[in-house]
């Protein structure tokens, strides 16, 4: 299976520790994206890289969220101190700069974060 | 703000009928547009997509309807099929970067 994968697929912790998800996308893919999701909404984007370069950051990614793609292949996505409100699904993407699909962006199976 | 909206936040229809999701946005300066399906504990899978230079696009049984003056885009499925039963999200996209979503709407396909 040569698709987006995400670790873990779940994650409980106690609000105030911190948590890192990782993200693998699709091998040819230049562009790597990470959302949030939470109940009844649509994901919201977080940030997104091309390459190694972090080229947009959302304002819901407070000072405790960092990401970073060091080899522009795997990404992570760090939450420091995390607080109950933090509580969502977190989904990474992948797509293809360039072709006539690059607008289409492939998720992975998303990592379930619980903070109790 | 919404950006993009799905006012619908649920739609039932028999098997074998034809089922339609609408999705209204406000940014005039998307220029791409996107349906993805999700299954609960799943990421979303991408359906179809249309750019904002044509006003319709098909694939099998899945066609997506786009009215630029009117900023609305629709999906239709037909014939509907059980495993169609899903959460249905649309998303448009400026630039090739962000996807900005609306907030979905679950199909349920009844036998």
């Known amino acids: 299976d040569t698709g987006v994968s995400q670790d873990p697929r779940h994650k409980i912790t106690k609000r105030g520790q911190n948590v890192t998800f990782r993200c693998d996308p699709i091998?040819?893919?230049?562009?790597l994206y990470w959302y949030r999701q939470t109940l009844g909404q649509g994901p919201e984007f977080l940030t997104y890289f091309q390459n190694e370069a972090q080229l947009e950051k959302s304002r819901l990614l407070s000072d405790r969220f960092s990401a970073e793609r060091p080899k522009g292949s795997f990404s992570t996505l760090e939450i420091q101190r995390t607080e109950q409100g933090d509580s969502a699904m977190y989904l990474c993407?992948?797509?293809?700069?360039?072709?006539?699909?690059?607008?289409?962006?492939?998720f992975g199976p998303g990592t379930r974060l619980t903070v109790l | 703000d919404q950006q993009v909206k799905q006012n619908s936040p649920s739609l039932s229809v028999q098997e074998g009928r034809i089922s339609i999701l609408n999705c209204d946005y406000t940014n005039s300066m998307f220029d791409y547009f996107l349906w993805y399906k999700k299954y609960p504990a799943e990421g979303p899978t991408f359906l179809i997509s249309i750019s904002s230079i044509k006003d319709k696009n098909e694939d099998g049984r899945f066609t997506v309807f786009l009215n630029k003056s009117a900023k609305h885009l629709s999906l239709h499925i037909v014939p509907s099929q059980p495993g169609d039963s899903a959460v249905y999200f649309c998303a448009a996209i400026q630039g090739a970067q962000k996807l900005v979503f609306g907030q979905g709407t679950r199909l349920t396909i009844n036998p």
């Open positions: 091998s040819e893919h230049n562009r």
């Open positions: 993407a992948s797509s293809r700069r360039g072709g006539s699909s690059y607008n289409e962006q492939f």
